[in-house]
């Protein structure tokens, strides 16, 4: 589980750098506004349905995109 105050950037540290290339759908945040947000605000863009978030939610928490 992640810590909800973790900043994305420091997710993604631990990622690999092709989680990048994933199409977001129209409307949703850069990855470098993405970057900036918190795991808590991630989980609470996915549960206002706003757009991008649940993909990104679910590529932040796929493990073949560890490191």
Known sequence: MVDPE???GDIL???????????????????????KLTW???????RQGKPGFSTIHKLLTDRRFDR
């Open 6 to 8: 973790t900043k994305v």
């Open 13 to 35: 540290k631990r990622k690999l750098g092709r989680i990048k290339w994933a199409t977001l759908e129209p409307g949703s945040p850069s990855w470098k506004e993405i970057a």
């Open 40 to 46: 808590r605000e991630i989980e609470e863009g996915v």
